[in-house]
Nanobody, 117 residues
Framework: QVQPVESGGGLVQAGGSLRLSCAAS????????MGWYRQAPGKQREFIAR?????????ADSMEGRFTISRDNAKNTVTVFLQINSLKPEDTAVYYC?????????WGQGTQVTVSS
């Protein structure tokens, strides 16, 4: 089992930046990839970016440019970050982290990002 836990959300003004973190616990050495998603009120959850254990990244077409995914390769830890620059009010959403290992998936509880205009 792998359990991701997100942090780093908050209230920011438009134009600002945030860095979200996702720390994985449990069977971290079995993790194949981790990804970030978001869900705005009244909308479906949407994919932002994903990074594999080997460091390969991919982004949703609409997210390239302002969003950057990265990971901490420190020993005995798996932490994935999402840097968001030039925040816009439409970025307001709950941001979720997903861990993938084999055929399994698990989600964190999410962290709220609110962007004021």
């Amino acid at each position: 089992q792998v359990q991701p836990v997100e942090s780093g959300g908050g209230l920011v003004q438009a134009g600002g930046s945030l860095r979200l973190s996702c720390a994985a616990s449990g069977s971290i050495y079995s993790i194949d990839a981790m990804g970030w998603y978001r869900q705005a009120p009244g909308k479906q959850r949407e994919f932002i970016a994903r990074i594999t254990s080997g460091g390969i990244t991919n982004y949703a077409d609409s997210m390239e440019g302002r969003f950057t995914i990265s990971r901490d390769n420190a020993k005995n830890t798996v932490t994935v970050f999402l840097q968001i620059n030039s925040l816009k009010p439409e970025d307001t959403a709950v941001y979720y982290c997903k861990a993938e290992w084999g055929p399994f998936r698990s989600w964190g509880q999410g962290t709220q990002v609110t962007v004021s205009s």
